[in-house]
């Protein structure tokens, strides 16, 4: 099993849909958790950073974290077509610098 | 801010030759930097861990003696591929971080070709 677990998708879905991508992982000792967005043949952009458990909102995007159910999620609201790349979610330990990250979700939104 | 740069972004050269990949933090200074490898529609794959002034820290079955990996200053990382063959194509991708809680911030990557 791996620590971080992701739908590989793609999921399409037309412009202006809510996005809803999501994460389980497996290390209950994980405290911080991201959201990344990759463009093909580009490197990882920060979307979201969260600590712990909660929400966490920044424009259209709103991060959640589930620890007692393990389960990470990222909305896109009113989702337009330069969303469409591949996101990842990735875990840390408090104690460790690696970020053990899931295999990535393809979105794609059409016009 | 936070912005990393990595240069070259595609590079293609011979079997054997070495190939040098930079990794620079602009706006701010980076304590940690990272080098992951990344195959085709698969996940990042953390390589080596660097800190500056010191060796770098490899991740099991990452071949030190083949992937060079300095640390010079607060804000310049490189990656020697050395002795490069056609197995080591992929994409190489450096991130870097101010300080333990923060987030690490990922440039552009590096397309390296072995013919």
């Known amino acids: 099993q791996k620590e971080v677990e992701q739908d590989p998708g793609p999921l399409s879905v037309p412009e202006g849909a809510i996005v809803s991508l999501n994460c389980t992982y497996s290390n209950s000792a994980f405290q911080y958790f991201m959201w990344y967005r990759q463009y093909s043949r580009k490197g990882p952009e920060l979307l979201m950073y969260?600590?712990?458990?909660g929400n966490k909102e920044d424009g259209r995007f709103t991060a959640q974290v589930d620890k007692s159910s393990k389960y990470i999620s990222l909305f896109i609201r009113d989702s337009q077509p330069s969303d469409s790349a591949t996101y990842l979610c990735?875990?840390?330990?408090?104690?460790?610098?690696?970020?053990?990250f899931g295999s990535g979700t393809r979105l794609l939104v059409r016009p | 801010g936070a912005v990393v740069s990595q240069h070259p972004s595609w590079v293609i050269c011979k079997s054997g030759t070495s190939v040098k990949i930079e990794c620079r933090s602009l706006d701010f200074q980076a304590t940690t930097m990272f080098w992951y490898r990344q195959f085709p529609k698969q996940s990042l794959m953390l390589m080596a861990t660097s800190n500056e002034g010191s060796k770098a820290t490899y991740e099991q079955g990452v071949e030190k003696d083949k992937f060079l990996i300095n640390h010079a200053s607060l804000t310049l990382s490189t990656l020697t591929v050395t002795s490069a063959h056609p197995e080591d194509s992929s994409f190489y991708i450096c991130s870097a971080r101010v300080g333990d809680s923060q987030p690490q911030h990922f440039g552009d990557g590096t397309r390296l070709s072995i013919l």
């Open positions: 990735a875990g840390r330990m408090d104690s460790s610098y690696k970020l053990i």
């Open positions: 969260t600590y712990s458990s």
